[in-house]
């Protein structure tokens, strides 16, 4: 009990965590490309 109950917390802790990171990561590229893309748009007219 006491040997197994921290890993499998820490297993779905780190879980959550990289899907909560992964998320952001890809609203941050997200956001980025667009910035870029609008930048490059607005300087070619």
């Keep these: 009990m006491d040997g197994i ?3 499998i ?3 779905c802790y ?3 965590n990289l899907e ?3 998320k ?3 609203l941050i590229w997200t956001v980025f ?3 870029m893309y609008l930048s490059y748009y607005v ?3």
């Design 5 to 7: 109950s921290p890993d």
């Design 9 to 11: 917390v820490g297993f």
């Design 14 to 16: 780190n879980k959550t």
């Design 20 to 22: 909560v990171y992964n």
């Design 24 to 26: 952001s990561y890809v």
């Design 33 to 35: 490309a667009f910035k």
């Design 43 to 45: 300087g070619l007219r």
